[in-house]
């Protein structure tokens, strides 16, 4: 343990009890009597609440006023690290719950839960804990194996080490090295099952760190009728709009496949799609597939 995570061990644990033994961190930290002194120099030093006492009693104490003092970070940065930290907690990675509990403790602030998320769509719970358990992998530095269906419905088992999880197009994905393919691969999760922490080790030299998804996108113009616009507006971005009485012509540039087909197709015939013929000719598709199955 270097000597920073020593200081703030000596600072957390007396926070909690308010007095400890030399000897007891010495062994806790493994390290002499005689560094554990010259951590509470530095700790005194630095004009933190600590001091050494001798005799029967003696032991090393800490003040009343045990907070960090405004030469490490003041009252309005303290705060922002704890609701910070507090966001990670409330996004159901439980790791960072008793690091929010310590801090919250050695600033001497009482927390207040104000957020909550919940990452699982309906239906979806296990996207949830698909998520936490990606992140502790990534966290202790292991590769995560798993069965995957691609959009084909055809499944392959796979181990990936996890670099980055990414929301995009209300649906999350998981970037990371795939050791069947050789190469950084964008997996689904909701296409994901059987998910487990392996003992494999991540290389942290084959993660592109700066790996963004590329989607090949196409330019769509339709018109939606004026009741439905508001979806527009909050469901996609960067678009141009042309506003007419009974409906509102929208030109943007989207991601090819079949979520752009669904989407479209979410409107109903409250929605008409102008162009590109590529997209008329996929919705009549699923237009007739529809109509088959309900003639």
Known sequence: MNSLSRLFYIMHYLTLHNKVKATYLAE??????????RDVDVL??????????????????????????????????????????????????????????????????????????????????????????????????????????????????????????????????????????????????????DLVMTDNEIDVLLLDKNYQPRFETTDVVFQVQNELFYRIKEELSEVEIEPHEKYTTVRTQQPKGSWLTSYLLSFGSAIEVIEPDEVKAQIKEEIQKLQQIYS
Request: net charge neutral.
């Open 44 to 193: 005194s030093a630095q004009g933190f609440p600590i001091y050494a006492k001798s005799g029967r009693d003696g032991g090393i104490h800490l003040l009343d006023t045990h907070h960090l003092p405004a030469t490490f970070v003041d009252d309005e940065e303290q705060d922002q690290i704890i609701v910070g930290l507090q966001n990670l907690s409330a996004a159901n990675l439980s790791s960072v719950e008793p690091l929010v509990n310590k801090l919250s403790s050695l600033f001497n602030k009482e927390i207040e839960p104000w957020i909550d998320i919940d990452f699982s769509t309906w239906g979806q719970e296990d996207e949830a804990h698909a998520i936490e358990l990606i992140t502790e992998a990534k966290i202790k530095g292991k590769c995560v194996s798993f069965y995957y269906k691609n959009g084909k419905g055809e499944g392959i088992s796979r181990e990936v080490m996890p670099n980055k999880l990414i929301f995009k197009q209300n649906a999350w994905y998981l970037a990371g090295y795939c050791c069947v393919r050789k190469t950084t691969r964008l997996f689904k999760l909701k296409r994901i099952a």
């Open 28 to 37: 806790q930290l493994e390290v002499s009597t005689r560094t554990i002194y």
